[in-house]
């Protein structure tokens, strides 16, 4: 079988190749986690029915299988992950579904078809929102049975998800622009943010957005207006809410950057992993995927140290926290990993 391989490509080569093979190197000192194998991600129950990042030096990286054929056999892609309380959801990218596992026993619970591409997720006002990338819609799911409660156009190439409180954003990869839906759907405005926005987290009462090709972090009011851009690292990709602090990963410079709230000031910037994708803070430490080593790591916050290091499944790209355990979804393994957090 060959797997993509999540490595730095220049656009020449990129556009060059159709099938890539994917190189996992695991950190020597890396902690073992408990992985749990998702299957096809073939809708069994419920709900009805450009992909690249790049940096500032035209090298690009795969997150969500872009243009190239992409040899992934037996995987469906899982890519993006949240938690409702109850079950972990999981966005199956090649599949069009989400799989969803109960947390209390690590057992899968269903799987529910959505649009095309599925690659964030995201649980908030009584919903499973995922953004289809490939459909230019956000599906609404009812946590509790799978089933589509609404699908609502979006921009060009959802790939983001945030809550504010009262509304969801939806950051539009292709469009560069981000999209404010109503808890209801309704679309209640567009508003330019740089190029190719990936990430998106509420904090210190703004809407911070990871330009993944400007090497920048947009800050947005929560009325749409831009109140600042700041500089970041190569590749921005996620982005994290901590208390006054807002955290973005730079896939390419292997390091995740931290940004003061408030006005955007960067408190530092400290070297992680190779491809660091998605972001997650537990209310004590950071947790930072990174994609290119396959590890996860524990940072924190207050001095940006690597304080554990854990190996996941092959190539993941997101995390998310359940209140006591971490789950990382492995895009190339068809599974998702788990640790307790402390």
Do not use: H
Request: aromatic share 8%; with cysteine; net charge positive.
């Amino acid at each position: 079988m060959s797997l993509v391989r999540w490595k730095v490509f220049s656009v020449a080569m990129f556009l060059a190749i159709s099938t890539m093979t994917l190189s996992v190197v695991k950190a020597q000192d890396a902690q073992p986690m408990n992985e749990i194998t998702l299957g096809n991600g073939t809708a069994v129950s419920g709900g009805s029915a450009d992909g690249m990042a790049a940096g500032g030096d035209g090298a690009v990286a795969i997150d969500d299988g872009g243009t190239a054929t992409i040899s992934s056999a037996g995987t469906a892609g899982p890519e993006a992950v949240a938690f409702d309380g109850t079950y972990i959801w999981v966005a199956m990218q090649f599949s069009n579904t989400v799989t969803r596992v109960r947390v209390k026993d690590s057992v899968v619970s269903g799987t529910f078809t959505v649009g095309k591409r599925p690659v964030a997720l995201l649980y908030a006002a009584s919903g499973i929102w995922v953004a289809n990338l490939l459909s230019n819609n956000v599906t609404k799911l009812d946590p509790a049975t799978g089933a589509v409660l609404g699908t609502y156009a979006a921009g060009d190439g959802p790939g983001g998800l945030a809550f504010d409180g009262t509304n969801i954003w939806v950051a539009n990869r292709t469009g560069n622009n981000v999209t404010k839906l109503s808890r209801t759907g309704g679309n209640l405005g567009t508003f330019a943010v740089g190029k190719r926005p990936m990430g998106l987290a509420y904090a210190g009462g703004s809407i911070w957005v990871a330009n993944n090709f400007g090497k920048t972090a947009t800050r947005l009011s929560t009325a749409g207006a831009v109140l600042g851009t700041y500089p970041v690292g190569r590749g921005a990709f996620g982005v994290a809410a901590q208390g006054e602090n807002v955290w973005i990963t730079n896939y390419f410079d292997k390091t995740v950057t931290k940004l003061r709230a408030a006005d955007g000031v960067n408190l530092g910037t400290f070297k992680v992993g190779d491809g660091a994708a998605g972001i997650a803070f537990d209310g004590t430490n950071m947790w930072i995927v990174c994609n290119g080593d396959s590890t996860l790591m524990k940072v924190s916050p207050s001095s940006g140290t690597v304080l554990a290091t854990y190996a996941t499944g092959k190539g993941p790209f997101s995390v998310a926290f359940d209140g006591a355990r971490v789950w990382v979804p492995n895009f190339a393994s068809n599974s998702v990993s788990t640790t307790a957090a402390n």
